[in-house]
């Protein structure tokens, strides 16, 4: 309930589509990224660093909320594997949701 309440809240400065897209990709990809092992999550982490680094690649609005979201709904893996650790996973988890394909841009225009 409390991330529910966190969610909204940042999602009102955002897009009404964005934060459909990031409900709908959160839903479509919770079980699957809950399964994840740290390997599989150092894979994904990288790998949209790696991209995001790319100066010549732009990712679609999709594809960003796919590694942003997926990234995000780790925590819930960590914080059921650490509970002593809920405070962390939780402010990662929002700091994930609130990403922005238009921060993303942004910070594509000024890479050049």
């Not at 990809?29 to 680094?53: G, Y």
Request: glycine residues 0%; neutral net charge.
């Amino acid at each position: 309930m409390l991330f529910i309440i966190l969610f909204l809240n940042s999602a009102l400065a955002q897009d009404k589509g964005d934060v459909n897209l990031k409900e709908k990709i959160y839903n479509e990809n919770k079980a699957k990224v809950l399964n994840f092992s740290m390997k599989d999550f150092d894979r994904l982490f990288f790998e949209f660093l790696d991209k995001k680094a790319m100066p010549d690649l732009i990712l679609t609005k999709e594809e960003f909320y796919k590694f942003t979201i997926q990234i995000a709904a780790f925590s819930d893996r960590l914080e059921s594997l650490y509970p002593d650790q809920k405070e962390m996973a939780e402010a990662s988890k929002k700091k994930w949701f609130v990403e922005t394909y238009e921060d993303y841009l942004l910070s594509k225009q000024s890479q050049k």
